[in-house]
């Protein structure tokens, strides 16, 4: 665990979505002798942020009871059907009221277990407050994505966004003001039964 976090940064998973391409709830998949939302969970907490939070929606009571634990935040987003932006913009809306000292945060998805706590930590230390920066992953076909931390600046933006492009656009607005980081290990989603079990294989068979 890290205690190298200088800045005011709490960390926001996103796992408020269906999963209907995967055809179960993701967040409950077997990772490890986890789940890939508790691995994810896991990860943020062992950056050493002072606050991590989860955003919930479908299915969110049978996940809810999955992750209990007082050093997480959960929050309920009744609007998830909108889309990933929905719950960006639900979370920074609380964030907003309930702690106006924040100096960015940083949003990461609940089915991307390859990501660590030292990559959290790398773009955490990255950053740099009041700099308007974006401190985002590398993908390698060029793309920059989440995980990903926006400066303050950015939060009333962010606090707006709706459908399921979540931030792209923000990102591609302010390409000027990116840093991104390309993580030691590829970064891969699990949107289907396929990509989790070769994945899962892949990882654990190592």
Known sequence: MSDTNKANI???VLAAGASNRMGRPKQLLKWGDTTLLRHTINTALNSGVKDVF????????TIEKSIQQESVKILVNEEWKQGLGSS???AVNYLLKSNSKIEGVLFMLADQPTITFDFLNELIQKFEPNKNQIIATDYENGKYGVPVVFDRIYLGALSKLKGDDGAKLLIKENQSFVRAIKPSKKNVDLDTIEDYNKLLNKTFEE
Do not use: C, Q, T
């Open 88 to 90: 960006i913009s639900f």
């Open 54 to 61: 989860v955003v919930l929606g479908a299915h969110y009571k």
């Open 10 to 12: 709490p960390i926001v």
